[in-house]
């Protein structure tokens, strides 16, 4: 996705050879314009899949998951990270080790947002080791619903998430793909198109 691309190399920061910073425009300010068209991507990519849920982590999910919600037509369900006194009923929990926070923390959605007849789209902002998005399939798989796809913003393709999500053999498809950001530089994986 080409805006996404000159978007990151205009106004994100490389923090380390492992860490891309986008606060700018998606993890604390939000680009509500670029937001609509990742959400439009998301939708062309997945439009055919028979997706009746979307199913996200916040924050940072949030943005694009309601995006792509929209132009799919289905609700969207985010994971909450902490405890909350009206969440109280059925939940499905998933413990998942985060990246950037270097912490292990449990996950939750009730039950009640999900059914066995759903048919779910995975979302998420980044995908490094894959934790966040295998959380989010286990709790759809508790749920007895069918993980369909899974959409990610920004991939970081020289770590881990990729393999191992394309080890559960689920249709991951990334706006962009990052092949490194050594020397405090993005460079974009060239894709080869047949
Ligand atoms: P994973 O679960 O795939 O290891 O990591 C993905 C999660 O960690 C995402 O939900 C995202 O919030 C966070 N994350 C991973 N790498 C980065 C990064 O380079 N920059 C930012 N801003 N967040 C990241």
Request: hydrophobic share 45%.
């Amino acid at each position: 996705m080409e805006l996404l691309k000159r978007k990151i190399e205009k106004e994100g920061t490389v923090l380390s050879d492992e860490v891309l910073k986008v606060d700018a425009f998606l993890n604390h300010q939000i680009d509500p314009e670029l937001m609509l068209a990742v959400g439009e991507a998301f939708a062309s990519l997945f439009g055919s899949e028979g997706i009746t849920k979307i199913v996200t982590i916040e924050s940072s999910g949030i943005a694009p998951a309601v995006m792509a919600g929209l132009k799919l037509g289905v609700p969207v369900v985010f994971a909450r990270k902490r405890q909350s006194l009206t969440l109280t009923d059925n939940l499905l929990t998933a413990s998942v080790y985060s990246f950037t926070k270097k912490t292990e923390s449990t996950i939750a959605i009730s039950a009640s947002h999900l059914s066995k007849n759903d048919n779910v789209l995975v979302i998420d902002d980044f995908l490094a080791n894959g934790q966040a998005a295998k959380g989010l399939i286990s709790i759809i798989e508790q749920a007895g619903a069918k993980a369909a796809g899974i959409g990610i913003v920004i991939e970081k393709s020289f770590q881990n998430g990729r393999k191992e999500l394309d080890g559960l053999g689920i249709r991951v498809e990334s706006l962009v793909r990052i092949a490194s950001l050594e020397g405090g530089k993005v460079t974009f994986l060239q894709e080869v198109r047949s």
